[in-house]
């Protein structure tokens, strides 16, 4: 797979920002909650400070869906500070609504360690400095399975270089997803890379990786998920 074979990603890779109509809970919650967990760009110099208290280590998660795996890890985990990134507006308020009981919206305590950024990931990527991310989270994204989507996949060759250079040495980097043409490109592009050591992909989830319910759906449908475990090298 040589590089000269792809275009440049596009601007944004993501499509609509948002699917059937909000309820009126959950509109009161991106105006009001919502701002209150917003990861700014102004944090980036210094992700570890937005979080109270200061974060031990910085885990970023690409896509979140409708929020479980990022709830369940923040859960798990008191002393890291995670950034969740999700463009479409109805799976953020899918998260504030599990985050915050109704009719609590004015008192509900909320976590000091997670972060939400909604726009193009890629963009916080390269806002963050050198080897500030712990472990990094792309998890049944939106596989673009059409050939002329390809440059939209977020597991791309010429961006792995910026992934690669926030994740500090020893870093993880989970990858899941069900979608045939997705784990084709993905156990490819990642042959052709010097960042990781890539073990196998394994066929059933890891402990301590929480599910999500793409999983549920894929196994639902008879599609077999992979799951990779990369680990970022020292001086590449």
């Not at 109509?21 to 909650?33: F, G, H, S, Y």
């Not at 500090?168 to 069900?178: L, V």
């Not at 592009?189 to 599910?211: H, I, N, S, Y």
Request: hydrophobic share 45%.
């Amino acid at each position: 797979m040589s590089e000269r074979r792809f275009k440049e990603p596009p601007d944004r890779l993501y499509g609509r920002r948002s699917g059937h109509k909000l309820r009126t809970r959950q509109r009161l919650l991106l105006a009001e909650i919502l701002p209150l967990l917003r990861f700014a760009p102004d944090d980036a110099p210094d992700p570890a400070g937005a979080f109270v208290p200061r974060a031990g280590e910085v885990w970023l998660e690409v896509g979140f869906g409708a929020g479980e795996h990022a709830l369940a890890t923040i859960g798990a985990n008191a002393g890291i500070g995670l950034i969740a990134c999700e463009v479409f507006e109805n799976g953020v308020a899918s998260l504030l609504s599990a985050l915050v009981p109704e009719g609590e919206e004015a008192s509900s305590p909320l976590p000091g360690n997670l972060r939400l950024w909604t726009d193009d990931a890629r963009a916080l990527i390269r806002a963050l400095p050198a080897s500030s991310v712990g472990r990094l989270f792309l998890l049944f994204p939106d596989p673009w399975p059409k050939a002329r989507h390809a440059k939209r996949r977020f597991l791309h060759p010429l961006f792995l270089s910026e992934v690669a250079r926030i994740l500090s040495p020893g870093a993880e980097w989970r990858i899941a997803t069900d979608d045939p043409v997705l784990q084709a490109w993905t156990a490819e592009v990642l042959a052709r890379q010097e960042f990781f050591c890539v073990p196998p992909p394994l066929a059933q989830r890891p402990a301590g990786w929480p599910p999500t319910r793409y999983e549920v759906k894929a196994f639902a449908a008879g599609r077999q998920p992979l799951y990779w475990r990369l680990v970022r090298r020292s001086g590449s």
